[in-house]
């Protein structure tokens, strides 16, 4: 289902404040412990599997933790609890504390009853927090936790907890910063707007897959969109065309396709709707989305990665 509505309307916000309620020695033994495993820890993924057992000794209550990196406008989930194929957290909340650079802490307004109105990633959250994880004014990354339960909300101290932790974590992740998005795979989305809902749920779980995903909402006003397009081709891994009656009639789509083949980029094709497919496709293996959007983001990992 696609979320119409304001997120903001059924949940409640909480920004971090001034008021400091973490005693200094509590600060002094949480910054000697990241200073520890920032020696110790040589990658970006080791540094952030240390820091989830801070998480997970501080927050025993939190069900879902996410450590999450930034650079070049893409946010990718890179540890994450439990390890399952896909992190569980809400792309457009991580996006908001990190546009805001701000922590926050957020609880449901409504019931505790599942919401079936809500975006999928919220419906059985009770509480969560987002943290970003910022040095010098330079966005590097996010700290999510969640609770699926009502006898396990956090607190504010929570929330001043976790951004001292990101504060602390700051520096040595951003040593690291480096080494992070180009070991995941790279996906352009070709699609016509019309499709969009769909792409862009679609888009948010590839990304919770550690798949890194290019669509045209990253053209900045004013720049030249084909010249970004066809860069953003000549970089990416595979092209995912989403084929509808709608793609099929779309000159954006269709050139979007034809340079993919001519960079020689492997193209996998989804069926979206049924439609009319082109002769060049007639040798590629489809993927059928069914109504099922779990069973075709799968299916697409296991290609890609």
Known sequence: MNYEGNIEDKIQITYDSELYLIEENER?????????????????ISLLQFCLEILNDYFPHAQRKTFLTYSNNELIPRVFYPQFAEAYFSY?????????????????????????????SLIKVCSAIYAPIMFKSKKIGIIHLDSISNKNSFSNT??????????????????RNHD????????????????????????????????????????????SWKKEISDAIKSIDYLIWIASPDSIKSEMSQWETILAQI???VILPIIYKKCKLPSWADDIQWINYDNDLEKLVH???ERVK
């Not at 504390?97 to 307004?109: H, M, V």
């Not at 929570?158 to 040593?175: E, F, K």
Request: aromatic residues 8%; hydrophobic residues 40%.
């Open 158 to 175: 929570d929330l001043q907890l976790i951004t001292m932790i990101a504060n602390t974590l700051s520096p040595a992740l951003m040593i």
């Open 299 to 301: 299916k697409v990992s």
């Open 263 to 265: 960079e020689k980029k």
């Open 180 to 223: 992070n998005h180009e070991a995941y795979p790279k996906v352009f989305i070709s699609y016509s707007h019309k499709d969009k809902n769909f792409v862009f749920k679609f888009a948010k779980h590839l990304r919770k897959r550690q798949i890194r995903v290019w669509l045209d909402e990253r053209i900045e006003a004013g720049n």
């Open 28 to 44: 002094i033994r949480i910054l000697s412990k990241i200073s520890n495993y920032g020696c110790q820890a040589d990658n970006t």
């Open 92 to 120: 457009t909340l991580a996006q908001k504390s990190l546009e805001k650079e701000a922590s926050f802490l957020w609880t449901k307004r409504i019931s505790l009853q599942e919401d079936i109105s809500l975006p999928s």
